[in-house]
C-alpha cells in the first residue's frame, strides 16, 4: 500500500527469499503499473495489483507497516 515502510517490505521479501520461499508483492492502491509509493517517497514496483489474488492460495500473506492515512486503501 501507499505509505508503506520499505525496510520491512524489502527485507521481509529479501529473507523470505534467500529461504528459498516463492514471494508475490501485491500492491493495494498502486499505480495502473502497480508502482507503490512508499513511506519516504521510494517507489516499489509490485508483481501484481492485490485483485490479481483473490482466485490464488497463499501460505503466508504479510502486510508491512504503514501509516495510519494508508490503511483506507486495505
Do not use: W, Y
Not at 520499505?6 to 527485507?11: F, G, Q, R, Y
Not at 529473507?15 to 499505480?31: F, I, K, M, N
Not at 492460495?57 to 486503501?73: E, K, R
Amino acid at each position: 500500500a501507499n505509505g508503506s515502510e520499505e525496510i520491512e517490505t524489502v527485507s521481509l521479501q529479501d529473507v523470505l527469499v534467500r529461504g528459498g520461499v516463492q514471494v508475490t508483492l501485491a500492491a493495494v492502491g498502486g499505480d495502473e503499473h502497480n508502482v507503490v509509493k512508499m513511506s519516504r517517497g521510494l517507489h516499489i514496483k509490485a508483481d501484481v495489483a492485490i485483485g490479481e489474488c483473490t482466485d490464488l492460495d497463499f501460505d503466508l500473506i504479510v502486510l508491512p507497516g504503514v501509516a495510519s492515512s494508508s490503511l483506507a486503501n486495505v
